[in-house]
């Protein structure tokens, strides 16, 4: 083949290209000879000199291609020799409109393939070259449908549409919406191959424009998805009003599910993907939008005896609807689990009320939680109506009068949990951490945090702690939680101890190598006063130290104040406790007991009886220490007294005839004995002081960085700082504003009554 151009006669070569191009388009059989020379001829047209036949080449393929097309509506397609107007075959054999339409179709748009392949030098080189681009169309108000010229397989597919398509179109869906009206009535016509019809001619008014960059979808969209979708709307709300009719709540519940599935796979089956989302929409909206009232009718029965499947339906068919609708069921949901968890824990009693209040609320979250994941599929919707109810009944205050006692709970949980006991490791591990579920939905936890703290101090200092690895496990806990902040004092009292083992350990190495015998085995803890939760350490008992423990003190104090230059030391005798042996009964026992017990006990080791008042004189002690660990000596029966009134002259002896199966044992200290109300009273109050506190910090925190700012904002910002560790009632944060005015920390605005400037 030359590729020079060169003069040649149009009509002479169009024949035989016209022939070829009949061949291709009926997919008849064309020869590898006669292709390739088609293909040469269409190059020569195109670049024939000293005129190209590029345009004739063009507008005479047009002409073949529309006469084509028309010839096949006029004897494939239209006829219908019986004359029926159903969607299957004829009784006779003879295929239907839809058959008739989709073989013709399958063949032509095949053979559009093949003739656009053999006119590829035409699209290549001239009509693509004469595209308008989408500048000229933006910026030329040119438009592309007027004076374009299209490619040989783009203008076979426009040819099609508009004189087969738009010929046929309303017969064509006229039949396609009994099709699938026929297929939606369980029809047995609508067998694989009658699927595969309706499929192919409803894709072909896809196919038809897919060569479009925009809007290749609207001849499908305007032509067939419209009138569908009217025509499933009517037929779903008559199905849906049937339903209504025969079935209960559930039994239609069940229905939707089934009906819903199956529109799914008849849409997926038929359809163009873009119209399954429509579809189901006008599915949804009719049998389940338009239905709600009928649908919530039950729920709440539903939802208090807790029917899963009928629950799981209503999950299932509410889940693509809007939220504001799905509220009904949510708000049910939430109700039924605050009710539950207000009735588990209305009834609780008893010492172990802590264990009680922790373990059932453990029972309704993981119950519930349990059913989210099995009902609800872990709906964050779910999750979070739990979250609010299982906070309303944590934080649920008895009275206006009462504080909530739910963060004094959880502390004393933890502390039965980590106290000594034969709990395995793995059990305690697994209970505690159950219990920050409940920790997380406390608002209030800076209570929390203080009864932690005085429960932890009690355990450390007692050396109580079932593990000192678990204490710390929890620690971290808290940690991830709330943040360093919160758990800071917590790791600097874990710090103290640990500095203390080594200090011990250190002053033991030190009396070893000066050769000194203190006589007795000590152990000190020295306590930072800042992170440890023990009162004012000024407030301290008087009490003259017994002579036993008068060295082994000053010797302590020597040591310690030689290496930690400048600290001051503040006996805390009070929470000390040691072991005294017992040597003049008749078995020897070992005593575990107070420090003020144990000085009492070591001024009859030179006689056997004293005066109450020759007692509390030596020791010096007031009176109410003085009567409280006496009283607790007496009651142990180690000694006896002359009368029941403990007054100065009141003889107090040793019991020479005191008797016990076991010989070792503890006296329990009588000292801070308060009442359980007295205990929540005084830790309310340190935690209000604290509060105030970290209000003004916060308050000057923010005016500092801010320099002005309104009212509201403040307010705000003060928030959305302490929301980790409580939430504080506005009137508090108004009082904290008005004290450091008053302090002069900030001021108001001049000319602005709620606007606020930091004074520096």
Known sequence: MSLTPKSVDFNEIWPNLRSTAEAVI????????????????????????????????????????????????????????????????????????????????????????????????????????????????????????????????????????????????????????????????????????????????????????????????????????????IASGEYYESEASK????????????????????????????????????????????????????????????????????????????????????????????????????????????????????????????????????????????????????????????????????????????????????????????????????????????????????LLAKRLIHEQSQSMDAEEAMINRLKQACGYEFTNKLHRMFTDISLSVDLNNKFSNHLKQENIDLGINLSIKVLQAGAWPLGPTQVIIPFAVPQEFEKSIRMFEAFYHKSFNGRKLTWLHHMCHGELKLGYLKKTYIVTMQTYQMAMLLLFESCDSLTCKDIQSTLQLNSETFQKHLQSLLESKLLTASSETLEGNTKIELNFEYSNKRTKFKITSAMQKETPQEQIEHTFSAVDEDRKLYLQAAIVRIMKSRKVLKHNALIQEILSQSKVSFTPSISMIKKCIESLIDKQYIERTPNSGDEYSYVA
């Open 26 to 229: 009926t997919l008849g059989n064309v020869n590898r000879a006669d292709w390739s020379t088609r293909f040469s001829d269409v190059y020569t047209l195109c670049v024939a000199h000293p005129e190209p036949y590029a345009d004739k080449l063009y507008y005479e393929t047009k002409q073949f291609l529309e006469n084509h097309v028309q010839n096949m509506l006029a004897t494939r397609v239209a006829p219908n020799p019986c004359g029926s107007g159903s969607t299957s075959p004829n009784t006779n054999g003879e295929p239907d409109l839809l058959q008739r339409y989709y073989d013709a179709w399958s063949e032509y748009s095949k053979g559009v393939k093949y003739l656009d392949n053999l006119y590829s030098y035409l699209n290549q080189q001239h009509i693509k070259k004469q595209k308008i681009s989408d500048a000229e169309v933006v910026y030329g108000n040119l438009s592309t449908e007027t004076l374009e010229q299209m490619e040989i397989g783009e203008l076979g597919l426009d040819i099609w549409r508009i004189y087969m398509i738009k010929s046929l179109s309303n017969e064509l869906v006229k039949h396609i919406l009994e099709g699938i009206r026929a297929d939606r009535c369980g029809s047995p016509e609508i067998d694989a191959n009658r699927v595969k019809i309706i499929n192919g001619v409803i894709h072909s008014f896809v196919q038809v424009q897919d060569y479009k960059k925009n809007g290749s979808l609207k001849l499908y969209q305007e032509l067939f998805e419209s009138p569908l979708l």
């Open 243 to 454: 339903l209504l009719q025969m079935c209960t709540v559930s039994q239609y519940m069940e229905e939707v599910i089934k009906i819903l599935e199956d529109e799914s796979k008849r849409a997926q089956k038929f359809l163009h993907s873009s119209s399954i989302a429509k579809l189901r929409k006008q599915c949804e909206d009719r049998f389940v939008n338009q239905r709600l009232d009928f649908i919530y009718s039950e729920c709440k029965d539903m939802v208090s005896e807790e029917k899963r499947k009928d629950l799981r339906n209503m999950y299932i068919i509410l889940k693509p609807i809007p939220d504001n609708l799905k509220g009904q069921l949510i708000q049910t949901f939430l109700d039924h689990i605050k009710n539950e968890g207000l009735e588990t824990i209305s009834t609780l009693s008893g010492e172990n009320i802590h264990i009680q209040f922790v373990e059932n609320m453990l029972k309704v979250h993981q119950k519930y939680q349990e059913l989210i994941a099995d009902v609800f599929e872990n709906d964050s919707l779910f999750l979070s109506a739990l979250d609010k109810a299982c906070a309303s009944v944590i934080n649920r205050r008895p009275s206006d009068r009462q504080p909530c006692r739910s963060a004094e709970y959880v502390a004393k949980y933890c502390d039965t949990l980590l106290k000594k006991s034969k709990t395995t490791e793995a059990e305690i591990d697994q209970k505690l951490t159950n219990n920050i579920t409940i920790f997380k939905y406390i608002e209030d936890k800076d209570v929390y945090q203080k009864f932690y703290s005085r």
